[in-house]
């Protein structure tokens, strides 16, 4: 049961080595320092000498002649769980995103003209458990949606091959030119476990293709990779997009992902919270199996708090995106619809002009603006069909239009 946790923290030290050039030297840099805002009370700062010495170090792509753009530090909006170096000037997003199974690193950088996107994680991909007819049994008796997929494992060059085609296959002149492999990846992500102390599966693949956009070539790298632990197992990618010198590209990515720094409070933060959890968790299994031989009430009673529960979640997480979005403000429209493309989501606003982040998968959403949850329907369906499902409550709800 803490395979979940152990997971998530290794998750962007895969990425980091998903290029086959060799990543230049990175410079330490503090986890937290006198300008940073954090919801983790008094967080650990790693002390170290920063210079402002410019060299080819701090570059943003390795053997640069001058330092003409630099890289600052960024960090983790959401939680402070981490930092990273990112290029200066450029539109840089990092946070750490909530799903039900467990917490996912994002980042997204754009460069100033909008040539160049690169991106680590797709908050739409889930974790999944290998198929367990006890625990979907489970779930189905208590009314509780679970939190992981439950699908036998699919490897990298399987998984992402068709990723890759729904992702963008539909854009105008897309070519897959092919995968390359890269063992070193493989090689450094099992020395990495082993330092660690724990061993996961892992599959790796990496693909390059171009598509076409406004008269110019466009052209990408998909890193993808399945990881195992126990009874789990999930997907993680990386990736960007340029119209630029894809060499360079992919020598930044590295320069970034291998820059990431993980708040070390926050992690015993978490590992803490993990083990309550998991104690909960078990408590709650036997509780809930001695209740249902006994009295189906009170099963139904710790369903509806376990509901409530979810719910709880579920606002935090749209609060996040609503506070991600709002930071996407300042770019142009064909970012956003770029951003969302990747994201599986829409920008609905209401008719006071207030802005929500939802799936993309409805024709139509209705958003609570109390909590900030949503609802989405086809497109013919009004707030009165909505008021005839019985226990809920649509007195706060609005109709809400996407924003294209």
């Keep these: 049961m803490k395979k979940p946790v152990i997971i998530s923290a290794f998750i962007f030290s895969i990425f980091s080595l998903f290029s086959c050039t060799e990543s230049p030297k990175q410079q330490q840099h503090p986890l937290a320092d006198k300008k940073n805002k954090t919801t983790v009370q008094d967080p650990a700062v790693v002390e170290n000498d920063a210079t402002d010495e410019t060299s080819e170090e701090n570059s943003i792509y390795p053997n640069q002649q001058e330092n003409d753009n630099a890289m600052e ?40 003209d909008g040539n160049t996107v690169i991106y680590f994680g797709d908050p739409t991909l889930p974790i999944y458990a290998f198929p367990n007819p006890q625990m979907e049994m489970m779930y189905s008796n208590v009314g509780m949606r679970s939190p992981y997929q439950f699908l036998y494992y699919i490897d990298a060059e399987t998984y992402f091959n068709n990723y890759i085609r729904q992702r963008f296959g539909n854009l105008e002149g897309f070519v897959l030119d092919g995968k390359f492999e890269n063992k070193a990846l493989l090689e450094k992500q099992e020395r990495d476990m082993k330092k660690a102390g724990v061993q996961f599966q892992i599959t790796n693949v990496s693909y390059r293709f171009h598509y076409n956009s406004g008269g110019k070539k466009i052209n990408g790298v998909i890193n993808g990779c399945t990881v195992i632990a126990g009874t789990l197992w999930l997907p993680e990618v990386s990736g960007f997009c340029t119209t630029d010198d894809p060499e360079k590209a992919e020598a930044l990515m590295n320069t970034i992902a291998n820059s990431r720094v993980e708040n070390p409070q926050w992690r015993q933060l978490q590992d803490q919270k993990h083990q309550q959890t998991m104690a909960q968790i078990d408590e709650n299994t036997r509780r809930m199996t001695a209740q249902h031989e006994q009295n189906m009430a009170n099963i139904q009673a710790s369903s509806q708090a376990h509901q409530q529960r979810m719910a709880n979640l579920q606002q935090a997480s749209d609060a996040r995106n609503q506070a991600w979005a709002q930071n996407q403000a300042s770019q142009d429209n064909s970012h956003k619809q770029f951003i969302n493309s990747i994201n599986n989501e829409h920008t609905v606003m209401d008719a006071s002009g207030n802005t929500f982040q939802v799936d993309n998968y409805q024709q139509k959403y209705f958003v609570d603006k109390t909590n900030n949850t949503y609802i989405g329907t086809h497109g013919t369906v009004t707030l009165d069909d909505l008021r005839r499902i019985k226990g809920i409550n649509f007195e706060n709800f609005t109709e809400t239009q996407i924003i294209r």
Aim: with cysteine.
């Design 73 to 112: 530090i960024v960090y983790d909006m959401t939680e402070n769980s981490f930092c990273i170096a990112m290029p200066k000037g450029w539109k840089n997003i990092a946070l750490m995103h909530r799903l039900q199974a467990g917490p996912k690193t994002l980042v997204t950088t754009v460069s100033p």
